[in-house]
Structure formats: structure tokens, C-alpha cells
């Protein structure tokens, strides 16, 4: 298993469904959609010395495509 595919899970089991404790709504409202639709970006970074530059990195493609 990775580390997206353990977020992925976690989204689906603890964000996704109606919480009794919130009256019935969802932990967060727009993460099934974002799933669903593809419109989430996970970055695993498996080296922690690069860990701030792949941000850095990605903060930057992201800014870029706008």
C-alpha cells in the first residue's frame, strides 16, 4: 500500500461520509467530489532532505498552470 492510497482510504472512510456529530454532514463537504472528479494532487516526497524543495517545486507548477 502507499502513501496515496492510504490518504485516498482515510478521505473515503472519515471525510467523506455524513458525520452524526456535525449534524449529518459530511467531515469535509468537498472531498468526495475532488476525488471523484480527479481535482486533488497527493505529493509524496520520499526523501526527506528534498522534502521542502519538492513544495517549493510543486507550489511553483501549480502558480505556473494559472
Known sequence: MTMTKDILDWCEKYLEPK???LGNVP???YA??????NK???LEVHNWD???DEIIKEFHSIHSEK
Open 50 to 52: 528534498s522534502f521542502i
Open 19 to 21: 458525520n452524526k456529530h
Open 40 to 42: 486533488y494532487k497527493i
Open 27 to 29: 467531515v469535509c463537504p
Open 32 to 37: 468526495r467530489a475532488a476525488r471523484l472528479q
